[in-house]
């Protein structure tokens, strides 16, 4: 099992910036691709970035290319979402997700946090 905490929703302007973090426990860190979705009020799921185990591959829905950056820390146990040029369509519930399956673009993950909020207000 893993376990996986997200932190750093709130509110934000458009324009502005967050940077989400999750928080990984249980099994080996680095054994799994990461990955963020988000889910806006209404909206199915959907997928936001994947990054590989050592962190040198990433992977990026179209609508958050050159604006969100993922990063992982082995050594701390924790994958991070850096949100930049926020825009109210960017709000939803971001939840982190863990996955033991190796290719980038796949949506299929095993473990999901509980989510935090992001609000972009306009």
């Known amino acids: 099992q893993v376990q996986l905490v997200e932190s750093g929703g709130g509110v934000v302007q458009a324009g502005g910036s967050r940077r989400l973090s999750c928080a990984a426990s249980?099994?080996?860190?680095?054994?799994?691709?990461m990955g963020w979705f988000r889910q806006a009020p209404g909206k199915e799921r959907e997928f936001v970035a994947a990054?590989?185990?050592?962190?040198?591959?990433?992977y990026y829905t179209d609508s958050v290319k050159g604006r969100f950056a993922i990063s992982r820390d082995n050594a701390k146990n924790t994958v991070y979402l850096q949100m930049n040029s926020l825009k109210p369509e960017d709000t939803a519930v971001y939840y982190c997700?863990?996955?033991?399956?190796?290719?980038?673009?796949?949506?299929?993950?095993?473990?999901w946090g509980q989510g935090t909020q992001v609000t972009v207000s306009s």
């Open positions: 997700a863990a996955a033991s399956k190796l290719e980038l673009a796949s949506r299929d993950y095993d473990y």
């Open positions: 249980g099994r080996t860190f680095n054994n799994y691709r």
């Open positions: 990054i590989s185990r050592g962190g040198g591959g990433t």
